[in-house]
């Protein structure tokens, strides 16, 4: 239990994320409701892989006097990244440019315009091309493009290592070393191709836009896989190593459209309370009930299709056959009360 109340189930210090939607079964808890969101009209994905290779690297700290390497047990990367310099080129950046064939992207004064993506920040391209031939035929128009991915920044390598003293005791140590894959000045450019399916252009209130997700991931080995070749331990114990870093960079394209949805849920998600407060004061909800038709009824428990019964009949008598201008029987209930 900690502080605020709450219990961290985690292990080692961590944590787990609270669960804000659940459902108990019950469909009667399940109602409709409209989102507006972006749909995915079609999306690719592949994979850019590049290699760097690295002689002499020296490592630190240094070998214990008197110790010997028994083994390597792991080699482990990570990338460099300060949160408070983000344009410090040591921080492994990729940037990426996109060029596209079939179709364009819409520019004005100031260059390509971009719209607000999921991110939050302007990441996605409007694009714009002449769908009329294939609309004839329902189906979507394809577009062509080209990707490079310009990488630059540095990583570390860490080298997870069993020791042996002079008395044959082992023991593990581990040391490290930056790496740099390239220069902003000089990066590393992978290049790749990819093609998608684009929707109508003049059938939609809104133009389709061009969304990329990306990332980036490192291995490293021993250059020959022989740590008697690869390393090195100069006579005050300090260690250096001919590496490859191998570097695989996941790119997905994706064609997307604003779109209003009917979606069935359970209600508004809300994170459970950390603090415990008084029944005295009334704190104020995050979101405003609805107010269309089916909402109300769902929170006064009537039906909003129920027909209104006319005045003077018992929607629940016998049909009446003898021509009678009540005309109870138009209005037949599904079941009596």
């Not at 394809?142 to 044959?168: A, E, H, K």
């Not at 490290?176 to 109508?200: D, G, K, Q, W, Y």
Request: with cysteine.
């Amino acid at each position: 239990m900690n502080c605020l109340g709450t219990s961290n189930t985690g292990s080692g210090g961590c944590c787990n994320a609270n669960t804000l939607c659940s459902f108990n079964g019950n469909l009667e808890d399940v109602v409709s409701t409209p989102i507006y969101v972006q749909s995915v009209y079609d999306a690719v994905r592949f994979h850019m892989n590049g290699m760097k290779t690295v002689q002499n690297l020296r490592f630190t700290p240094a070998l214990p006097c008197g110790c010997t390497i028994s083994r390597v047990k792991e080699i482990r990367c990570k990338k460099i990244f300060d949160p408070s310099q983000a344009k410090d080129c040591d921080n492994l950046t990729i940037d990426m440019e996109t060029g596209i064939s079939g179709a364009t992207f819409l520019n004005d004064c100031r260059g390509i315009v971009e719209t607000i993506g999921p991110d939050g920040v302007p990441s996605e391209k409007i694009i714009f091309a002449d769908t009329s031939h294939c609309d004839e035929e329902g189906c979507g128009t394809p577009i062509f493009g080209t990707q490079n991915v310009r990488m630059w920044g540095n990583i570390i390598v860490y080298l997870d290592l069993c020791i042996c003293d002079s008395c044959g005791r082992e023991s593990s140590m581990t040391c490290c070393a930056e790496v740099n894959i390239a220069s902003p000045s000089h990066p590393l450019v992978l290049t790749n191709f990819f093609e998608l399916c684009m929707p109508s252009t003049g059938s939609s209130a809104f133009l389709p836009r061009l969304t990329e997700l990306c990332n980036s991931g490192f291995t490293c080995r021993l250059a020959t896989n022989n740590a008697g070749r690869d390393l090195c331990i100069s006579p005050n114990g300090e260690i250096s190593a001919n590496l490859i870093v191998g570097i695989c960079v996941t790119m997905e394209k994706k064609i997307t459209v604003p779109v209003q949805l009917c979606v069935l849920c359970t209600g508004f998600a809300e994170a459970p309370l950390q603090e415990n407060t008084s029944d005295l004061i009334s704190c104020p909800g995050l979101f405003p009930e609805r107010t269309d038709a089916g909402s109300q009824a769902s929170r006064t428990g009537s039906d909003p299709d129920a027909r209104p019964a006319l005045p003077g009949c018992d929607p629940c008598s016998i049909q009446q056959s003898d021509g009678s201008s009540c005309r109870c029987g138009d209005f037949p209930p599904q079941s009596c009360r």
